[in-house]
């Protein structure tokens, strides 16, 4: 039998384990996105199993309603619910990336095809990819069926959400934790026997 408690911090602990996978997938856009929905679910959850274990015991439902989460506290839980509605009802969550590449070694030999390219274009874009690693990063443009590889000395990757704009979306999961971590770590000091 389980003591008072324990489902309420599994279900943290599991959002825990998913918030681990994050930072290491930053660079690897659909396990990020997947490990994001995933941490998104299990954190959303924490308070409904803690409601359920927790809903009878003397003095928790006062004790719950009486907890007034701070201005930021309530945008981070408003944002992480629609980010969970969208995620379970509507659509996938796919990051928004902006990019920020520095030291971009372009042959000048390549000059006047990636010009003529970007003008035929009716976006003035071109379809690239961006990999490797930390001091061997690249750029791998396509263009007409080849793929031109241009290295770049720095990739700087930020990952948003629509619900959070103007914050990457990594430090949102982890602002969202530590709140929960917190709840939690309240929750079994006052009321686990």
Request: aromatic residues 10%; contains cysteine; charged residues 25%.
């Amino acid at each position: 039998m389980n003591a008072r408690g324990d489902m309420t911090q599994l279900k943290l602990d599991e959002a825990r384990f998913f918030l681990e996978h994050l930072a290491p997938n930053y660079g690897e856009e659909r396990k990020f996105d997947f490990f994001l929905s995933a941490f998104i679910s299990a954190a959303r959850s924490v308070t409904w199993v803690m409601r359920s274990e927790y809903a009878e015991v003397e003095g928790w439902p006062t004790w719950f309603e009486s907890i007034a989460p701070s201005e930021e506290e309530t945008a981070l839980l408003k944002g992480t619910t629609q980010v969970r509605n969208r995620a379970q009802k509507s659509s996938p969550l796919r990051t928004m990336t902006r990019l920020k590449i520095g030291g971009l070694a372009i042959p000048e030999a390549e000059l006047p095809r990636l010009e003529l390219a970007l003008t035929k274009s009716p976006t003035a874009q071109l379809p690239a990819h961006v990999g490797g690693s930390r001091g061997s990063y690249f750029v791998e443009i396509k263009i007409e069926g080849d793929r031109l590889r241009l290295p770049a000395e720095t990739v700087i990757i930020d990952r948003r959400l629509e619900e959070f704009p103007d914050r990457n979306i990594l430090s949102v999961c982890n602002a969202y934790y530590s709140t929960l971590e917190s709840l939690v770590g309240q929750c079994r000091e006052r009321f686990d026997a």
